[in-house]
């Protein structure tokens, strides 16, 4: 089997203080798995923000992150968006979503 392509898009985001920021994430040929999203402070360790599927009416969030500050939504079942309200400073680093691809039973990533 081959593993899913997951794809992000812009692959650089300018958050400006204030701001609302948002990315997107296609799952590729996974329809029926969430998306996961992570923030990793670069030299830390990822941060689980949140998980979302498309048949949920509210993401479901990691230790330290909640809505108003983040939020999820979808515009199909493999493409998804991260939005991050009210920027400030310590919101500067790399986020990334991944799925579950049940072919091979891993978390993908791009």
Known sequence: HG?????????VVTLR??????????????????ARWYKQ?????PQFILYFHHSFSSPTYGSGFS??????NHQSQTNY??????????????????TWDGSVSEWVSQ
């Open 3 to 11: 593993v899913t392509v997951v794809t992000q898009k812009p692959p």
């Open 17 to 34: 203080k204030g701001e609302t920021a948002t990315m997107d994430c296609n799952l590729g040929t996974v329809t029926k798995s969430a």
């Open 41 to 45: 402070i670069p030299g830390g360790v």
């Open 67 to 72: 809505a108003p500050k983040f939020t999820s």
């Open 81 to 98: 968006c991260l939005i991050i309200n009210n920027v400030v400073e310590g919101d500067s680093a790399v986020y990334y979503c991944a």
